[in-house]
């Protein structure tokens, strides 16, 4: 255990003496809450019945003592609320002790209580509780980093000192973050907000949503790295799974005519603003339906989301103001290449792609197919111009092993990504449903895989058994919530939206736990 700080080590001090007093720290106790300070707040008036007996709990975040009667402020998940409290009011009797020693000495800041009492407003226009009981419901035992100012005498300057902002702080002590910055919070009331309203959508259309396998005998669905793991009992490797296409898939073709799944993938990839290994995906699959019902269907409910979290179509993201209204712009990925890129690189082979990728100074490596290279020259050149919901359409076979080929376009697949601040949001196909065809491609996946991809996808024996059985047409689509979470709460960082990202053991070495 390391060695405790001083305000540690008089906060156990406090604890043992509230002990001594035969006072319960952590009491089993059933609070009865009938309120919380955000619904006192927005509807208590003056003389308005129903706030004569309210019952809130929460941390303590300050507290002024005054002689026989202090004021503090209890936080609770909804926001703070000042308290006015009277030693004879909570210590009616003889005893003062839960006022003079408990409130006043004992009692720190971030310890949990429950108070009673009525609400009233002070004569400088505060919302206020009057305290008629105060009781422990859990001792803090460490100190919280509570913002504090000052001004400067000299220039008049506000100076902001023990602010908890240092981002990987937050992020490791998430716990600690909420609290003391409790405008995070909203957040994950909008991150939550999304996904509810998602689901809701889909749900009205009637179509199920399941859950499929975590761990599975092969990672399919995506060109992704998996993360690994071995089973004891069944002796076989697993990985987590890159992406659950292929189980839903399965599904479709066992008479779903659609199923969704909201759940967290894992990619075992680099990490940055807009990747974190471990996220949440939202895959779609329904039957008898293409690409360009998916178009529409996408601008439809990511509009009635942007209504329902923001209350407008247009979020603002740094200094950008994104319109989620319909429709958005469509254009070709092989276009928008010659556009930004001012290459013309349909029906290059892959001796071609290089050369171009040479001349636009893109580093690539011998392991690259054609659908790579392509992939990169797109993220180098196009991705940075797409700010505005825009669809990008209709990509090279090479990229896309899972689409259906195009119905006029040769060498093309009918897929497309929405591409929102520079950023993938979702990405759709008309899905194939060739089972031989099929077959064909995760071969090729399996000869890219022998020149060293990493990233190739496997070939999947019993989803192909399943296509042989018969798949209908479909359409499927994939949505990141957490990148779309971003855009919708102005954060340029992926941890900002995971309650619990992925971070380096503390210190930076391995650590074993104890």
Not at 249 to 266: C, P, S, T
Request: proline residues 5%.
């Amino acid at each position: 255990m390391a060695e405790l700080s001083e305000q540690e080590v008089i906060r156990r001090e406090n604890l043992n003496k509230i002990r001594d007093l035969d006072i319960d720290p952590y009491p089993p106790v059933h609070y009865k809450v009938n309120n919380s300070t955000a619904e006192i707040k927005e509807n208590y008036q003056e003389g308005k019945e129903g706030f004569e007996d309210v019952c809130i709990a929460g941390r303590l975040m300050m507290k002024r003592i005054m002689g026989k009667a202090s004021f503090a402020e209890l936080q609770d998940g909804s926001g703070r609320i000042q308290l006015y409290v009277m030693r004879d009011d909570v210590c009616p009797g003889e005893d003062k002790t839960m006022y003079n020693t408990v409130f006043k000495k004992l009692l720190d800041i971030g310890d949990y209580i429950g108070v009673q009492g009525y609400v009233f407003t002070t004569k400088t226009g505060e919302t206020t509780i009057h305290v008629k009981e105060l009781v422990l419901l859990s001792k803090s035992l460490k100190p919280l980093p509570i913002v504090k100012t000052k001004t400067d005498p000299d220039t008049g300057e506000t100076i902001t000192y023990d602010a908890f902002t240092d981002p990987e702080q937050r992020y490791r002590q998430r716990y600690v973050d909420l609290v003391v910055n409790p405008q995070y919070r909203d957040i994950f009331v909008a991150r939550a907000k999304v996904i509810s309203e998602m689901r809701a959508f889909f749900d009205v259309q009637g179509w199920l949503e399941v859950e499929t396998p975590i761990l599975q005998p092969i990672h399919g669905g995506a060109a992704a790295r998996p993360f690994a793991t071995f089973h004891n009992t069944l002796d076989i490797d697993l990985y987590m799974r890159i992406a659950n296409e292929l189980y839903l898939k399965r599904l479709v073709a066992g008479g779903y005519d659609g199923v969704y799944e909201i759940g967290k993938m894992f990619r075992n990839e680099g990490m940055d603003r807009s990747h974190n290994p471990e996220f949440t995906s939202m895959e779609i699959y329904v039957a008898y339906k293409d690409y360009v019902w998916m178009m529409e269907m996408v601008e439809t409910m990511l509009h009635n989301i942007a209504l329902a979290t923001l209350g407008t179509s247009v979020a603002s993201v740094g200094d950008q103001e994104i319109d989620f209204k319909p429709p958005f712009k469509r254009i070709s990925m092989l276009d928008a290449i010659q556009e930004y890129a001012d290459f013309d690189i349909s029906g290059m082979d892959e001796e071609a792609l290089r050369s171009v990728c040479k001349q636009l100074h893109i580093d690539v490596d011998p392991s690259m197919g054609k659908g790579k290279l392509i992939d990169e020259i797109f993220g180098e050149k196009v991705e940075p111009h797409l700010i505005q919901p825009t669809y990008i359409m209709d990509y090279p076979i090479e990229m896309t092993p899972l689409a259906k080929k195009h119905r006029t376009k040769e060498g093309l697949v009918e897929r497309f990504e929405l591409f929102i601040n520079r950023s993938e949001i979702a990405n759709a196909y008309t899905e194939l449903n060739d089972p031989i065809d099929q077959r064909a491609r995760l071969e090729e996946q399996l000869a890219l895989a022998a020149r060293g991809d990493d990233e190739a996808m496997a070939l999947d024996q019993d989803f192909l058994r399943a296509m042989e059985y018969g798949m209908p047409p479909m359409s499927g689509l994939g949505i990141g919530i957490d990148r779309l979470t971003m855009l919708l709460t102005n954060q340029t960082s992926i941890q900002e939206v995971i309650f619990f990202p992925q971070m380096k053991p503390e210190g930076g070495a391995k650590e074993k736990a104890v």
